[in-house]
Every structure is written in C-alpha cells, then in structure tokens.
C-alpha cells in the first residue's frame, strides 16, 4: 500500500485549492477523482464568476466579502493567465431592485462607480475553471477515474479502497456526501444550467442582472464571440440521500433524470437567453455548449470547513446536548486529522481559495478557524431536533 501525509478526495476548485496551500508545507499528497479531470462536476459548470455580493452589513456578506478580496489577490498574484479582469456591471432586476440597490450604497465594500444602469465593480472577473484546477495542482500527485468506495481507520491512518494509506485524509467531494455520512451533514444539491455561446456581439466587460453574461473572448479571425451565460437554479424532488447517481455524472448535460421534465435543458436555455438579451442586445448567436451540475448548499448557506464532528462518540460523550445543553465547541468529538471543505453554493470560485488557505492555516499552524463555517453549528442543530 502507498502511504501519504494527505489525500484528498474530490478535484474540483475546493479540493484543487487546498491542494495547492498543502502542497507549500508537504509534497507527500494525493488528490483523487471519480472522473477522468479535474473540475468536472459542479466546478466544470460554473461560469467562474467573481463578483461582490450586496446588501446591509451581515455575517454572510462579511465572509463572501473577505473571501472575493483574498481569492481575487490569489488568482492575480498566482494564476493571471487564468484571471479575466475586465470588471462586472450590477443592474438592478427591476423597480422594486433598484430601491434596493440605492439602500445598499452605503455599505458597498469594493470599488466602485455609479452608471445609468447600475454599479460598475472593477474587481469583477471571471475565471478560467479548469485551467486554474490544474495549474494549482500541477506539481501535485493525482489519479484520476478513481473511485473512494471504502475509508477504514486504524489506529492514527486512513486507508482507502486497500490500497491508499493516509496519515491526514480531505474530503472534498461537493454535493455527493456519501463519503461523510454523517446525517447533521446538511447539504442539498441546488443545481443549475449554464450556456456557452456563439455571438456576432463583442462584449467587453461582465455583466450581472437576472443572469451573469461573460466579456467575449474573439475567434482566431476575430469574426465570432463566444460568451458564457449562466446560471439557473433548481432544487428538484429527488433524495440525495437515497440515490447520488446523477450527482455522480460528469458533464451532466441533461436534466431529465433528475427534474423528470424532458425539456427541463431547452427551457433553461431559453431563460437564459432572454435574461442575456435583456442586458446585451446579442446578434446571431449559435448555442455551443449547455453545462449542468450540482451546487452543494448547506441549510444555513455557510460553507462547512475543518474538522468533522463524530456525531455518534459526541452523543455518547454529551447526551444533554440534545435537549440543547451548551457544550463547548473545542469538546465535541471530532475523527481524528479528518478535514472538509464543502457547502461553497453558489460561490466556489471566489470562497475556495479563502476558505482553502484558512483550513491550511488550521492544519499546520493550528489556527482557530471562524464559528461561522465549522461543522459544529450544524451538528448542535441536529442534535438538538433528536
Ligand atoms: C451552473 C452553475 C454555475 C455556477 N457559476 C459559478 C460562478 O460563476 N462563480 C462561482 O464562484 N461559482 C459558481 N458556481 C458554483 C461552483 O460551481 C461550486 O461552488 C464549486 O464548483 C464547488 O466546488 P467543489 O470542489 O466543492 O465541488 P465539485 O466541483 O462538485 O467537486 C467535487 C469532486 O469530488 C469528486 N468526488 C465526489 N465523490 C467522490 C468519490 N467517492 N470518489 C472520487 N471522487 C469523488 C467529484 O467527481 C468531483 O470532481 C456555479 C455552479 C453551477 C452549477
């Protein structure tokens, strides 16, 4: 058996990201996929979007606020090439949105600029999915088309399938949570179509109203645009918790199975089309790709970051805490150097390297992370409905 200092299970952006600050303290990791490349479920579907999020001061502002600040300085610093810079235009949806918008001026965090239609946001990007994934990891082992169908601890490792042995073991495996089977483990698969197009119409900076629409990027002989448009939202019917074969699917480019409605794809399309035009008049446009995956949202829309609580020795130790007895969070029972990051919703692209670094942070240097993103808020609130 091969024995590593970490594996990491999932190489989508969050798995990538804590690949790469691991991989600056210890080269002894594996990162691990289903599928035959990096980001192909949920993070092959984002349109890599970076974009402020706005509203009165809350905790949930606050962290989408500090993570857009760090990411957007990582990926500049780290991966230019695979940052698109050109900023992002925020119109308002309607009226009603625009007296929004004006109440929020106050509180906005970033830089900005007043236009006819709305605020304009320099720091709004957009990023190029893969291509950052895998120039994150490129000096870092992976395997491909490998499934984790087993975990066994003994003593202080892990071991995967027979086969890998691991002293410090990330799971970092999106809306499929089969590997953490912890029920307090809240999350549900929102999932959403994105579009690529062909388009006559050149756009040079994002844009972002009921939809975000991507700055063109010119063919070789600059006679077509291609933009991405994206996103849709669904939280359909299906159990996660009894079937996880669609959540399985890279490059799903169908929703029948999961919305049991046929023309769910085409629907989609249409939607996103009109949200486009409604902001960019778009000129002989050809469909070229559909992108459809799973974002994995937890209860409380806070990501879940670090240590996993072990609701079964926890209870056992504390079994007041389901009648709500506080107990404090450094005495829940944890699996030993066992580590999540998961939960990034709508935001994996700006939360990941944020939430990466901290986790690495808490790793190696044992830093506390924020309460707002650990596992235990989650565990106390299950615990507490039992
Ligand atoms: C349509 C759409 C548009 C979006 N647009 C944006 C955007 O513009 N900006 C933005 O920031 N975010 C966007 N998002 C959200 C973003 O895609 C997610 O937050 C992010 O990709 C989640 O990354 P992840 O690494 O947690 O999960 P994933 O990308 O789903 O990666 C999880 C990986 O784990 C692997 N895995 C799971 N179980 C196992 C197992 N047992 N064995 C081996 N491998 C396993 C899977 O194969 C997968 O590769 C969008 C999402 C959607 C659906």
Redesign the pocket.
Known sequence: MTQYDYII?????????IAYFLSQHNKNILL????ND??????????????PLLGKPNEFKELVTQALNFSFEFYKKNFPNELINKGVLRIPKNEEDKEKFKSYIPYIDFEYSLKEEGCFFPIGS??K?LDVCQKMTKNIQTQFN????EIRFDEKYYTINDEYVTAHLI??????T??IGEKYFNIRP?????IVIETSTCIDINYHKEC?VSTSVASENNASYTVSI???HHRFNCDSSVCTQC??E?NLNNFARVSKDENRVNIDTDILLNRANDIVKLENVKLKEI??????SSVDYFPMVGGLIDSKKTLELFPHIKKGTHVQNHRLSQYANLFV????????????PYLAHLLCEHIIHHKELPSNITTHRLFKRWAKKL
């Open positions: 299970v999932g190489a989508g952006i969050a798995g990538c990201s691990l996929d289903r599928n990096f980001s192909q479920t949920a993070s092959s579907a984002a349109g890599g979007f970076l974009s957009q990023v999915t490998y499934e984790v169908k799971l970092t495996t999106g809306a499929d089969t590997l929102v999932w959403g179509q994105r975000s994206g996103a849709t959540l399985k890279p992108k459809i995956g799973a974002r994995a990051i998961n939960g990034l919703g709508g935001r994996g692209f700006v939360l990941a």
